[in-house]
């Protein structure tokens, strides 16, 4: 018999960037110990192929095209969420991008303001509606909830032509710690998750390229890619009772690479 807090019948997961990669990865996690999962993404069609297979894993699973990037799209999406689901348990900021390799004195303000849309801007209207449902639902006696942010091994090391988007990681580990300061009192819990150099479509430029092959990953103590399932189980931890006293956490998975 498994250990029951790791079962989630009854807790609803959003996940934003849920149709693919990280994301996708965690929504496969959470749907297979048996909670509901909502996935956001930007294309339609790979919602579409992502509910497919969700839908045959979890129990109740549902799919809607949301840009993080306006809050009266997220506030909608989240709206919905609530009225197909009844709640939100969890909610994974996970939905990214990436910068253009620039040279930092050669950015435009266009590419910094595009990158902090998303990536900060997107976390922050995604955690305000979340969190001020979960704080209602506590005024009402029914404590507890997640935040989980998906920030980058960027956030505590130096990535060259890429200060734009280190930038928007490293404040999103501050707002968590912030986050999950405000709201244990309500029970909820707040943490980040710091991903490696893992296989994604955001990451297979530098796979491609043999120099950053060779380079990387002799780094790599595991001496091998992450991959998105490895983002399942700490996923269902969080989301778990198992983690109810265990906040302001950064967990860092990059298979050794910062440590060696």
Known sequence: MPFAPFDLTGKVAVI????????LGMARGLAAAGAEVSIWGTRADKNAVALAELEQIGPRVSALVCDVASETDVERCMQITLATHGRIDGCFA???????????????????QRILAVNLDGVFYTFKHAARHMRERAEH?????????????????????GEHYAATKGGLVA??????VEYAR??????????????????EGSFNNPKFVENVMKRVPMRRWGQPEDFAGIAVYIMSDASAYHTAETFLIDGGYFAF
């Open 16 to 23: 934003t960037g849920g149709n693919g990669g990280i994301g």
């Open 94 to 112: 996970n939905a990214g991008i990436g910068g253009r390799g620039t040279r930092f004195d050669e950015t435009t303000d266009e590419e910094w």
């Open 141 to 161: 006696g029914d404590l507890g909830g997640r935040l989980i942010g998906t920030a980058s091994l960027a956030a505590i090391s130096g990535q060259a032509r």
């Open 175 to 180: 707002m968590i710690k912030a986050l999950a």
């Open 186 to 203: 309500y029970g909820v819990t707040a943490h980040t998750l710091l991903p490696g150099w893992i296989e994604t479509a955001m990451t």
